[in-house]
C-alpha cells in the first residue's frame, strides 16, 4: 500500500499511519496490541526502503525504543525483532542511534527471559555487522556508555555483552579503540576475577589483544594506563595480578623513556608484589623492577627524583621486608644517578631511613645501613644522619638497647670505623642527658674492644705509636669518662696505666653504685678475655708495668666479696710470686710516640672528674623528683 501512494502524498500519509499506529497500538495497554504495533513500525520501514524512511526513522526508532522496557516480556522481545529488521532496511543509518540502541540492547542483555536475551542478542550481532562495515563510524559517544555499563558491573550477562562490543570494536581497522582504552580498561581487569570462567577466559584474552595494539605503537601516553593498572597489582586475584605485572612488563619494555614520568606509580604497584605467595607473581615482579632500574640507570632524561624518594619512603613502610628491601635498592639507584639531587631530598628521606633502623628484619636494617654509608659520602650530611642517628638513639630506649650495637658495627663495616668513633664522640661529649651518654659509651666501648669490625681501630689504640693514633686517644676519651669503667678499659687497652692508676684512685669519690659494679664486673671478664692477653702477660714485669699493678690491685679493694673479686686476685696471685723473685727478663719496650709525652694527663683527669661531678649532680636531680613524685602518691592515697 505504502508503495502505491503517490509521492506527493506520501509524506503526510506516513505521518498518519505512523501517528495511528502509536496512538491505536503502541500506547495500547494491550500486549497484542503493542506487537502488533511494533510489527506495522517495520513493515512501514521496509517498505519506505533505505533512502526514504529517512524522513521517518527518528520517530520510528524513537517508538521501537520505547518498548524496550515493556513490563510484557513478549512484547520487549517483538520490539527487539522489529527493529532488527528495520537495522536491516536501513543499515548504516542506524548507526546515528547506535548509542540510544546499545544502552537499551545492554539492559536486554540481562533480561530474566530467555526469549528475550535471544532476540537481543540477534539485534546486537546484527548492529555489530553494520558497524564493521560502515565506512566512518565515531565511537566517541559509543565509549562513554560502555565505561559507564562496565565500571563496577558484576552482571555476568552485561559483561559478556561489554566484551563482545569491545572484541567487535578491536576488530575494525578503521576504528582506532587503543585511544579510548583509559575509559574501560579497569572494567577489563575487574572482570578477571569474575566467578564464571569463560568471562575469566574472554576477558583475558581481550586484554591480550589490546596489550598487542598498545605496543605496536610508537608513541603513547602511557600515564592513564599505569593509574589504571598500580591497583591492580594489590588485588587479591592472583590472574588480576599477574595481567597487571605483565602489562608494566610490556609497557616498560616498549616505551622505555616515556614510562619516566610514571616510574614512581610503578614501583608503588610492582614492589609490593615482591613477596607474593606465586612465585610466578614474585618472577614477573621482578623483572618489572629490574627493568626500571635499567631504565633509570641508562636514561639521561630528566625524572622526578622527589616523587620517586617519596614513593620510596612509603614503600619503607610496607609489611613485607621483601619490598622495603627493595625499596631501599631503590634509594641506592637513585643516588648512583644522582648523588647529589639526592642528598638534596635529605631532608624528607634520613627521618624514614632513621626510623627504618629500628626494622625487626637485619637485612633491612643493612640495607637501610648501606644507603646511609651512600650519603655518608657527603661530608656535611655525614655529621649530620650521625646526630640524628644519636638523637633516635637517645629517644628509643628500645632501639639503644637491642639495635644499637648492631648497628654502630654495620656501619664500621662500610665506613671508615675511626671517623665513625670520632664523631659519636665528639656528638657526646656535649651530651647533656648523662644516664643515655653513659648507656651509649657502654655500648660503643664493648664494640670497640671485641668486635672484628673495629680491629684497625683497636691496632691504633693499643700502641699509641702515631700523632693520629694519641689524638684519637683523646677525643675518644674525652666522651668515654661519662662512664668510669669505659674510660678505665680504654687507658688499660692503650696501656696508659699510669693514668689507670689514677683513675682508679677518684673512683673512691665517685657514687658506688650497682651498675658501676657491672660495669667493673664487664670490664675484670673483659681483661680475663683474648682481647687483654698481652695485658695479662706484662704482669710478668712487675718492675716495668708497676702501675698496672696499682690499678689491678685498686680494683680489687674496690670490688665487694664477689666471683668477679676472686677471679681478679686469683690472676694477681698467680703473679705475685714472680714480682717477689724478679726472674723474669724484661721484654722490649713498646715502639711509643714521642707525641705521648706531650699529653696532658693531669688535665684529662680534671676532665674526667668534671664530667662524673656532671653525672652525680644529674643523679641527685632525679633521686630528689623520686622523691618528691613519691610523696605526693601519698598524700593523693
Not at 535 to 561: A, H
Request: contains cysteine; glycine residues 2%.
Amino acid at each position: 500500500y505504502i508503495r502505491s501512494i503517490d509521492k506527493n502524498n506520501r509524506t503526510t500519509v506516513v505521518a498518519e499511519i505512523i501517528t495511528y499506529v502509536k496512538e491505536q497500538f503502541i500506547l495500547s495497554q494491550n500486549p497484542n496490541y503493542k506487537k502488533g504495533g511494533l510489527i506495522s513500525l517495520a513493515s512501514v520501514t521496509i517498505a519506505l526502503g533505505k533512502t526514504d524512511s529517512q524522513e521517518f526513522i527518528n520517530k520510528i526508532i524513537e517508538l521501537v525504543l520505547k518498548n524496550f522496557s515493556d513490563q510484557d516480556a513478549r512484547v520487549r522481545y517483538y520490539a527487539c525483532e522489529s527493529l532488527f529488521n528495520i537495522a536491516g532496511t536501513i543499515q548504516e543509518n542506524l548507526l546515528i542511534f547506535s548509542n540510544e540502541i546499545f544502552d537499551n540492547v545492554s539492559k536486554l542483555a540481562a533480561d530474566p527471559d530467555p526469549k528475550v536475551k535471544e532476540g537481543a542478542d540477534y539485534l546486537d550481532k546484527k548492529i555489530k555487522e553494520i558497524i564493521t562495515q560502515a565506512h566512518n563510524f565515531d565511537v566517541t559517544n559509543l565509549m562513554l556508555l560502555i565505561k559507564e555499563r562496565i565500571t563496577n558491573n558484576n552482571n555476568q550477562y552485561i559483561r559478556q555483552y561489554l566484551l563482545g562490543w569491545i572484541n567487535t570494536l578491536a576488530s575494525v581497522p578503521k576504528i582506532d579503540l587503543i585511544v579510548h582504552l583509559p575509559k574501560f580498561l579497569a572494567g577489563l581487569f575487574q572482570m578477571l576475577s569474575d566467578k564464571k570462567k569463560e568471562i575469566q577466559t574472554e576477558a583475558e584474552n581481550t586484554l591480550s589483544e589490546l596489550l598487542n595494539q598498545v605496543t605496536s605503537r610508537t608513541n603513547y601516553e602511557y600515564g592513564p594506563l599505569v593509574e589504571i593498572l598500580v591497583p591492580y597489582c594489590s588485588s587479591s586475584d592472583a590472574r588480576t595480578k599477574t595481567a597487571a605485572l605483565l602489562w608494566f612488563s610490556e609497557l616498560i619494555r616498549v616505551g622505555k623513556e616515556q614510562m619516566l614520568p610514571n616510574v614512581h606509580e610503578i614501583i608503588g604497584g610492582v614492589l609490593p608484589c615482591l613477596s607474593d605467595g606465586s612465585a610466578d607473581i614474585r618472577d614477573i615482579s621482578a623483572k618489572a623492577n629490574s627493568s626500571l632500574q635499567i631504565l633509570i640507570e641508562s636514561t639521561k632524561k630528566e625524572f622526578a627524583v622527589d616523587k620517586l624518594a617519596g614513593k620510596i619512603i612509603d614503600l619503607l613502610s610496607n609489611k613485607s621486608h621483601f619490598t622495603r628491601i627493595a625499596a631501599l635498592k631503590w634509594a641506592i639507584v637513585l643516588h648512583n644517578k644522582s648523588p647529589d639531587y639526592l642528598s638534596s631530598l635529605l631532608e624528607i628521606l634520613l627521618p624514614a631511613l632513621l626510623k627504618t633502623l629500628s626494622d625487626e628484619n637485619d637485612a633491612v636494617v643493612e640495607m637501610d645501613l648501606e644507603v646511609l654509608a651512600r650519603i655518608s659520602q657527603n661530608e656535611i650530611y655525614f655529621k649530620k644522619w650521625l646526630d640524628s642517628l644519636v638523637t633516635n638513639f637517645r629517644q628509643d630506649e628500645i632501639l639503644l638497647q637491642t639495635r644499637a650495637a648492631f648497628i654502630i658495627r654495620q656501619l664500621a663495616a662500610q665506613i671508615d670505623a675511626e671517623k665513625i668513633f670520632r664523631t659519636i664522640a665528639n656528638i657526646l661529649e656535649k651530651e647533656q642527658d648523662t644516664n643515655f651518654a653513659s648507656k651509649m659509651i657502654h655500648i660503643l666501648n664493648i664494640i670497640m674492644l671485641t668486635t672484628s669490625e673495629l680491629s684497625e681501630l683497636r691496632d691504633s689504640l693499643r700502641s699509641l705509636s702515631t700523632t693520629e693514633s694519641i689524638e684519637l686517644f683523646q677525643i675518644l676519651y674525652k666522651s668515654w669518662c661519662h662512664n668510669p669503667a669505659a674510660t678505665l678499659s680504654l687507658c688499660l687497652f692503650s696501656q696508659t696505666y699510669e693514668h689507670a692508676a689514677a683513675l682508679v684512685s677518684l673512683f673512691a669519690d665517685l657514687d658506688i653504685t650497682v651498675q658501676f659494679l657491672i660495669d667493673i664486673d664487664q670490664l675484670i671478664h673483659l681483661i680475663e678475655s683474648p682481647i687483654f692477653a698481652y695485658l695479662r702477660l706484662q704482669l710478668l714485669e712487675p718492675d716495668r708495668y708497676p702501675y698496672l699493678y696499682k690499678c689491678l690491685y685498686g680494683l680489687l679493694m674496690l670490688l665487694p666479696q664477689s666471683s668477679t673479686f676472686d677471679t681478679l686476685q686469683k690472676r694477681l696471685n698467680t703473679v705475685a710470686t714472680l714480682a717477689v723473685i724478679k726472674i723474669i727478663p724484661p721484654s722490649a719496650p713498646r715502639n711509643e710516640s714521642p707525641d705521648l709525652a706531650k699529653v696532658n694527663f693531669d688535665e684529662l683527669l680534671l676532665h674526667f672528674g668534671k664530667l662524673q661531678e656532671k653525672h652525680s649532680q644529674a643523679q641527685r636531680e632525679t633521686d630528689l623528683k623520686n622523691k618528691i613524685n613519691l610523696h605526693d602518691d601519698s598524700d593523693d592515697e
